[in-house]
């Protein structure tokens, strides 16, 4: 009897942990959803901050963020690929396989304003391209590789070894069977990679701050060398700097609320492909 | 020659894909690179021992001071708490997920805590400032709510998806003969997992916690936004503080290029470097060594 209440008390703590995060995630959207909603309007959507940033839209920041994140998938979305197929389909056990392990652990591992530090170092003054779209996506790319080849590897994984045997039997060659069996069979599930690559990209600011997020460009982009304005940056920005950050407050939840939208959206959108993927394994 | 052309491609392609392959570990050398050789540089003006113990950063007065301890504290305090909130929500809800919950609760509860993890950390931050902040200040009558509590409080949550993300596959992988077992012999579910399961899983659950605490210790938005920023050792948990990262982003884009700020900036980032290259060392470390081959390693 007291064995069984001991495990009723811990199976409810458990259960009440689970619960936390959940009551988390459901309080902080409620809360930008609360506060961001009165400021979301077709003008704020559309037009470029005014007035010093206090009246306005945030029409740059949405273009800024959407270049960085497709140009940092455009980059990272082949290499990540290609270096999954290599993990998985071609790499016997042995030492350069461990390193090559190692390093996508360790770079996942890397602080994201380390990225920026690199970033700047590397992109924007050594190979000097200057505080830019280029070398924020560059940033960026670096940063959500390992995002990109680690849901490749699982989705290849995924594919039945019988698929790549009966494709070989029937006398392709190894390419053959990666490019024409393989790879279409895990794109699904690489794809699901690639939008959970771009909202995190979507939502980064440390790697972007010195490499190509500006205060205030009055300009919308032209070319891959102009500097931006992004979303997370502009957050950033009106919630810490300058003398009107009460004044600001239902610019910084709306930019805040277009945000999550933009990030939540990607990754329900990713979560509701790999259940259906799931489903259709399993059968 | 058809054959033999073919074949060439074959090989070929494989050398590209190996090369391709290898752009991670190439691209955290050239991270290595650049941070030492824009770091080092501060070391002509300060010893590394008056770098790293140093009590006093006072980047932009002159003479500037160049201690980077109070960051290095304020970086490790507030992983400490944070770790203290997330170790066992994270490690709590995994054994929830993996062991009591229904397949159905199961496909609500994981895409929850997966969405918490995609939160960008700015939003993270912002909460923790514009509703954290003034809640602590007038519940505790504290003079800010920017400070060491909220911060670490924000950064728990940003690191139990990873925590409980990676302890659910290590319970989840035991083999259910081994669960089995032990139930046969009568021991309780709740037994089981404490007994039987959890110790079976104890590699993973321990990666799981140091890749956990290695995002918190990296992470930058949150500290920026909400630890406070006063570059000082904190000696309650309410003190604000200026952890490593906190500092290299609000100070970069004033440094002037290449000076000794900017130089002191990239050595704080190698400092911050080691550390989670650190902590991930022995993450893979322990998931390497000890890895879960089958019912054979207990």
């Known amino acids: ?283 | 020659m058809i054959i033999s052309s073919s074949k060439l491609k074959e090989q070929f392609m494989r050398y590209v894909f190996f090369i391709i392959a290898t752009t991670s570990v190439a691209v955290l050398l050239m991270i290595t690179i650049f941070l030492f050789t824009e770091g080092l540089p501060i070391l002509k003006k300060v010893s590394i021992r008056a770098f790293i113990f140093g009590d006093y950063w006072y980047p932009t007065s002159d003479p500037a001071d160049f201690g980077i301890f109070p960051l290095i504290m304020g970086s490790l305090s507030v992983t400490f708490i944070s770790a203290i909130i997330s170790i066992p929500l994270g490690v709590m809800t995994a054994i929830y997920l993996a062991e009591i919950a229904s397949f159905r609760v199961r496909e609500i509860v994981k895409p929850v805590v997966e969405l918490l993890a995609s939160l960008p950390s700015v939003v993270i931050g912002f909460f923790g400032m514009v509703l954290v902040a003034p809640f602590l200040q007038e519940t505790f009558g504290i003079a800010t709510g920017l400070n060491m509590f909220n911060a670490s409080l924000m950064l728990a949550f940003m690191s139990v998806p990873t925590i409980c993300s990676i302890s659910e596959d290590a319970l989840y992988s035991v083999p259910s003969s081994l669960k089995e077992a032990s139930l046969a012999l009568g021991a309780t579910p709740l037994e089981t997992i404490i007994r039987v399961t959890i110790p079976a899983s104890l590699s993973g659950i321990s990666t799981a916690i140091i890749l956990g605490m290695s995002r918190a210790i990296g992470e930058t938005m949150v500290v920026l936004m909400v630890a406070g920023g006063a570059a000082m050792v904190p000696s309650s948990i309410f003190d604000p503080v200026r952890p490593l990262p906190a500092s290299i982003a609000a100070e970069m884009a004033e440094a002037p290029y290449r000076g000794d700020h900017y130089h002191a900036l990239f050595a704080t980032g190698i400092v911050l470097f080691i550390f989670t290259f650190l902590f991930n060392l022995i993450a893979d470390h322990i998931s390497y060594k000890y890895r879960q081959v089958g019912d054979a390693t207990l």
């Open chain 1, 1 to 283: 009897m007291k064995r069984k209440i001991t495990q009723q008390t811990f199976f409810l703590l458990f259960r009440f942990a689970a619960f936390i995060n959940a009551a988390a995630l459901a309080i902080i959207i409620y809360f930008m959803l609360a506060n961001g909603w009165k400021a979301i309007s077709w003008e704020f959507l559309t037009k470029p901050p005014m007035d010093s940033m206090t009246k306005g839209g945030i029409l740059p920041c949405i273009i800024g963020t959407l270049c960085l994140a497709l140009g940092s998938i455009v980059i990272a979305f082949p290499i990540g690929v290609a270096s999954a197929i290599y993990l998985n389909e071609y790499a016997a056990k042995g030492r350069a396989l461990r390193i090559i392990r190692l390093g996508i652990n360790n770079l996942a591992g890397v602080p994201s304003v380390v990225f920026g530090l690199f970033g700047l170092a590397f992109f924007v003054i050594y190979l000097k391209m200057g505080v830019s779209i280029l070398a924020g996506a560059l940033t960026l790319a670096v940063m959500s590789l390992p995002v990109i080849i680690g849901s490749t590897e699982e989705a290849l994984k995924a594919v039945p070894d019988t698929y790549r045997e009966a494709s070989l039997g029937l006398g392709a060659t190894k390419l053959q069977t990666i490019m024409r069996v393989v790879l279409p069979a895990a794109m699904p599930g690489i794809l699901t990679g690639g939008i959970l690559g771009i909202s995190r990209a979507a939502g980064e600011t440390a790697p972007i701050m010195f490499t190509a997020a500006v205060y205030f460009s009055p300009n919308l982009p032209t070319s891959i060398f102009d500097e931006i304005m992004a979303l997370p940056y502009h957050i950033y920005v009106l919630a810490t700097a300058g003398a009107e950050i009460e004044t600001t407050r239902p610019l910084q939840y709306g930019t805040a609320l277009v945000l999550i939208g933009l990030v939540l959206g990607m990754n329900i959108i990713a979560i509701i492909m790999r259940a259906r993927l799931r489903r259709k394994m399993r059968q």
